[in-house]
């Protein structure tokens, strides 16, 4: 193609004389510079002209029949905008195919020209391969097998690789020097860019751990008191992991303190079957006392414990007659007591408890004394993992509980209030 242009242009210099073939070399000459300059403007419209019919085949065409095909991935490709950039690159070689053509008589001018299109040729394959992956990259992650998995991290990896092969190759162009020499500079300068890039070196680390050891997904609600993060995890890239608290404020953590701090991840109790209730209720220690015996006729009319005291009072009956204690001996015979038949009646409240989970661990038990009381504490799990239904239903069991001590002739801890002293100043008038 190049030798027809210019032999075309030769033969406007060549004239005949008497049966010879003569060139005008100077006329030639001093045409070059307009010659040159006219092709170079011919080439700069027809590169135009294939940069239009390149856009329009790939941005008009093209989408027409992607919104007629079933997958979803040529979807990401547009809304990522990969036809638009790739549009550019077939104008840049036509560009770069005839460049030497239009500054044939120009070496220098033509090697200048060359550089600078190939720089943009490599500029543009570089956004078109960021837009590619990242259209791959959205692709993947609808996918329910990896929804939940740091796919952002190993595609910003992915990125920074190819990005920065580009970019020598770029600056090679640019200089006309081997990408070696630019490969040994970066080896020489290694260790500022291992400081520079620390941060990523050690979230590309920590990504992959959080992925090979299952630690964290997209989705999970984690609680990471260092950070003030409570709420679902958003987002796990190659530097942070984005938690939207359930306060709606976003909360950003380096992705290697996730492996390097202490955190806790709740998924276990989401795929569990229910959600854990443990809390206690501190029981005034004086008011503790063998229940009398109008207590527990009291509490017999209770159906919860009605079969209980009937059964256990039998039970404790026939023990003290067949040890013998009588009389002044009963002090040491066996005796309910008001706190066993309240926590025997919170268990049986429990079991009884259709939003309690029966198949899942359920007791109520004696904790050590404290300064506060006799802990009684309450483990079970309810039958719904919605925080809103599991609130309520904690409310409603304990909102029970307070109301029905009274009953057992027990009381609950309360440091004293103004009221307090209050009855206290008008008992001593």
Known sequence: MKDFIIDWIRHFYQYSKDGVVYFDTKGYNEHAFYWSAGMFVALIASSLLAWFLTRLFMVQILHV?????????DDHLVNNKVFRSMAHIVPLMFLEYFLSIAFYRYPEMNWTMSKLVSFLMLYAIMVSLSRILNALRDYIK????????????????????????????????????????????LGAVSAILILVFKDTILGFVGSIQLSANDMIRIGDWVTMDKYGADGDVEEINLATVKVRNFDKTITTIPTYSFISDSFKNWRGM????????KRAVYIEVDTVHFASEELINSLSKLKLLKEFIKERQAEIESYNEEHGFKGDELINARKQTNLGLFRRYVEYYLRHNVEINQEMTLIVRQLHPTDKGVPLEIYCFTNTKEWG???????????????????????LFENPSGRDFQQSFSSVR
Not at 65 to 73: A, E, G
């Open 142 to 185: 609808e996918k329910p097998t990896y929804s939940d998995k740091p796919i952002q991290s190993y595609f910003q990896v992915i990125k920074i690789v190819s990005i920065g092969i580009l970019m020598i190759l770029m600056l090679s162009v640019l200089t006309d020097k081997s990408p070696l020499f630019f490969l040994t500079s």
């Open 270 to 277: 989401q795929e569990s079957e229910g959600r854990r209730i």
């Open 389 to 411: 239904e599991y609130e309520d239903i904690t409310s409603d069991i304990f909102d029970h509980i307070f109301a029905i001590v009274p009953e057992f002739e027990l009381s």
């Open 65 to 73: 029949l992607v919104d007629r095909t079933k997958s979803t991935l």
